[in-house]
Every structure is written in structure tokens, then in C-alpha cells.
T-cell receptor, first 113, second 111 residues
Framework: SQTIHQWPATLVQPVGSPLSLECTVE??????LYWYRQAAGRGLQLLFY??????ISSEVPQNLSASRPQDRQFILSSKKLLLSDSGFYLC????????????FGSGTRLTVV | KQEVTQIPAALSVPEGENLVLNCSFT??????LQWFRQDPGKGLTSLLL?????REQTSGRLNASLDKSSGRSTLYIAASQPGDSATYLC??????????FGSGTRLQVQP
């Protein structure tokens, strides 16, 4: 069966520090991969998605970037964190054209101080 | 642009009650609609996925229906339990990686 792993679960980082969140998927090949952010009291916002290795699409301009160095690995990064980057970050995957549903990871709570 | 609305925003019921959560969407050209559960500080757990050609899906005490023409979906929870307390999110998929979420219904089941 397919599983998705996301880490770390919690992260407290000072303003201006770098960020690296990692997500891996097991049990499937060539998944579509996504990074979402859920800010307090707000809905889920799609940040990035990837349909293949090295293929990244950004949905909103921001201080963050994403990379997909391997088929089942998706990384969310920042060179210098801002206070506004605080939030709950969720990784997700879907198969093929996305018509068979999305599966989400357990999330990372990022607090920038 | 797809917009998804969930009503009510919050709901508190006594244990054992049957309840209905509502989800409406503006663009009826969806491929599917997915219901998720989110516990505080946790990720999203998929509950039910209804394809556009289906009218309903059932899993245990949960039943989700879909009416594309009216832009509505409902999640029915039978015999609610305190363990059902969570936020329930619906999401409409319109293809090309466009999954649009509602803002959720926060459910509290009182023992």
C-alpha cells in the first residue's frame, strides 16, 4: 500500500534562518506531489506541485521554493524565513491525473520566531 | 474559479445523534469530491471519495452523497461518537491539479 512520510512534525526557527522540509512517498511510482500551507483560521493553500523529477510549478509568489530530486521525494525550502512563513505545511500525493483522490501527510507545524 | 463552501462552520451535538454536514461548490464540472477529517494539529485523513458519475459512497457510519447539478455534497454521520470530534473538510477536484477546499466544519460530539 502507498504511504506518505513528512518530517519534521514540529519546527521552531528564527527569522532569517533556512528551511528544509522533506516528504517521501512509498508504494507508488511517478506520483503527482504537492505542498500545501494551512494558516491559522484559514483554508488550505496550494504552494507547489510537481508532476515529475525536476518539474516544479508554483501557485503563489512567496519566500519558499520546492524541489523534486527523486521520483518520490519532494522538498520545501527557504533561504531566509519570514515571520509570515509560520503555518502548518502539508505534503500530498495523487496518482496520474489526480482523479483517484489525494493522500496527505501528517504535516509540519512551522513557527518562525 | 471554483469556490467551495461548508455549512455550518461549527457544530456541537450530543453523542448518538445522526448529523449532516453540507458542502456546496460553484463549478459543477468536477471530476470528484473528497471528504477529509482533520484532528487538531494533524494531517488530513481521507474519508470518502465520490467520483462525478457516482451519487453516493458509504464507509461504516459515514455516507457521502453528491449532486453535481445542484453543486452540493453532504456527509452523513450516523450514531455520532465523541471520537468523531474533528474538523471535516470537503474538496472538489476539477482537473489539472485544481483541488479546492472548503473552510471546514468543526464538529464536537458531547459524551
Amino acid at each position: 500500500s502507498q504511504t506518505i512520510h513528512q518530517w519534521p512534525a514540529t519546527l521552531v526557527q528564527p527569522v532569517g534562518s533556512p528551511l528544509s522540509l522533506e516528504c517521501t512517498v512509498e508504494g507508488t511510482s511517478n506520483p503527482n506531489l504537492y505542498w500545501y500551507r494551512q494558516a491559522a483560521g484559514r483554508g488550505l493553500q496550494l504552494l507547489f506541485y510537481s508532476v515529475g523529477i525536476g518539474q516544479i510549478s508554483s501557485e503563489v509568489p512567496q519566500n519558499l521554493s520546492a524541489s523534486r530530486p527523486q521520483d518520490r521525494q519532494f522538498i520545501l525550502s527557504s533561504k531566509k524565513l519570514l515571520l509570515s512563513d509560520s503555518g502548518f505545511y502539508l505534503c500530498a500525493w495523487s496518482g496520474g491525473w489526480g482523479g483517484f483522490g489525494y493522500t496527505f501527510g501528517s504535516g509540519t507545524r512551522l513557527t518562525v520566531v | 474559479k471554483q469556490e467551495v463552501t461548508q455549512i455550518p462552520a461549527a457544530l456541537s451535538v450530543p453523542e448518538g445523534e445522526n448529523l449532516v454536514l453540507n458542502c456546496s461548490f460553484t463549478d459543477s464540472a468536477i471530476y470528484n469530491l473528497q471528504w477529509f477529517r482533520q484532528d487538531p494539529g494533524k494531517g488530513l485523513t481521507s474519508l470518502l471519495l465520490i467520483q462525478s458519475s457516482q451519487r453516493e459512497q458509504t464507509s461504516g457510519r459515514l455516507n457521502a452523497s453528491l449532486d453535481k447539478s445542484s453543486g452540493r455534497s453532504t456527509l452523513y454521520i450516523a450514531a455520532s461518537q465523541p471520537g468523531d470530534s474533528a474538523t471535516y473538510l470537503c474538496a472538489a477536484y476539477t482537473g489539472r491539479r485544481a483541488l479546492t477546499f472548503g473552510s471546514g466544519t468543526r464538529l464536537q460530539v458531547q459524551p
